[in-house]
């Protein structure tokens, strides 16, 4: 992996684990010595990172961790409750055994991590869940947008988690809801995914 690309994953990660706050000021000379590199491959990550919206570079200021704005969770929530409804729409009549053994998977290690409190480990899971079932349904337009979005979902899901770990069991138990009617082939996992997304809406804002 070039070094660009493990800057880039590395100051990521900070930034979703909060590691690196939102509002915090960062300077190259701090990213240089914590992660042993030279400045080219961090520059090069900072100018990724601040087309995603995660970074701020000024040349007065330095570089500032971008937080998200509570209008922008909210509108991520809405666009999510929309396309991942379609996509159980779309699914839940055609879904395969095969298909059905990979979310059966992922639930039982998301039960894992949630038994474990393994907050970081069940945020990729949760958002493989849900990206899975988007595979699944073969709308490349919609998955490309769910992917687009996937790190800031993450980090979403980890402040969640963060403030309740508790919430895990919740989240865990709801995608099993969702699983157990796929596996029926009943329309109500539409319902169920909208209730899902709307609750974590909901205790996100709380």
Same mark, same amino acid.
């Given at each position: $992996?070039?070094?660009k690309? &493990?800057?880039y994953?590395?100051?990521? /990660?900070?930034?979703l684990?909060?590691h ?5 000021f960062l ?7 914590e992660?042993g $590199?030279?400045?080219t491959?961090i520059?090069?990550a900072?100018? #990724?990172? =601040?087309?995603e919206?995660?970074v701020?570079?000024?040349s007065?200021?330095?570089?500032? &961790? ?5 209008? #922008?969770i909210?509108d991520?929530?809405?666009? #999510?409750?929309a396309? =991942? ?8 009549? #055609?879904?395969t ?5 990979e979310? =059966?998977?992922?639930?039982q /290690?998301t039960?894992? /991590?949630?038994?474990n409190?393994?907050v970081?480990?069940f945020a ?8 899975a079932?988007?595979e699944?349904?073969?709308?490349k337009?919609?998955?490309?947008v769910?992917l687009?979005?996937?790190d800031?979902?993450r980090?979403?899901t980890?402040?969640?988690?963060k ?8 989240f865990y138990?709801?995608? =099993?809801? &969702?699983?157990d009617?796929?596996?029926r082939?009943d329309?109500?996992c539409v319902?169920l $995914?909208?209730k899902?997304l709307?609750d974590s809406?909901?205790m996100?804002?709380?």
């Amino acid at each position: $992996m070039l070094l660009k690309e &493990v800057a880039y994953q590395e100051i990521k /990660a900070k930034i979703l684990e909060e590691h690196y706050e939102a509002g915090q000021f960062l300077s190259e000379r701090t990213l240089i010595d914590e992660l042993g $590199m030279s400045k080219t491959p961090i520059k090069n990550a900072l100018v #990724r990172l =601040e087309s995603e919206g995660f970074v701020t570079v000024s040349s007065k200021q330095g570089i500032i &961790v971008n937080d998200i704005s509570i209008e #922008r969770i909210n509108d991520i929530y809405n666009l #999510r409750i929309a396309l =991942e409804t379609f996509n159980c729409q779309e699914l839940y009549h #055609r879904i395969t055994q095969e298909q059905l053994k990979e979310l =059966e998977d992922n639930v039982q /290690a998301t039960k894992e /991590a949630a038994k474990n409190k393994d907050v970081t480990l069940f945020a990729t899971l949760d958002h493989e869940f849900h990206l899975a079932i988007s595979e699944f349904v073969g709308n490349k337009e919609i998955t490309r947008v769910l992917l687009n979005y996937q790190d800031h979902l993450r980090r979403i899901t980890l402040r969640h988690l963060k403030k309740d770990p508790g919430r895990v069991e919740k989240f865990y138990s709801e995608h =099993e809801e &969702v699983l157990d009617a796929l596996k029926r082939g009943d329309i109500k996992c539409v319902e169920l $995914m909208k209730k899902h997304l709307l609750d974590s809406k909901m205790m996100y804002f709380q």
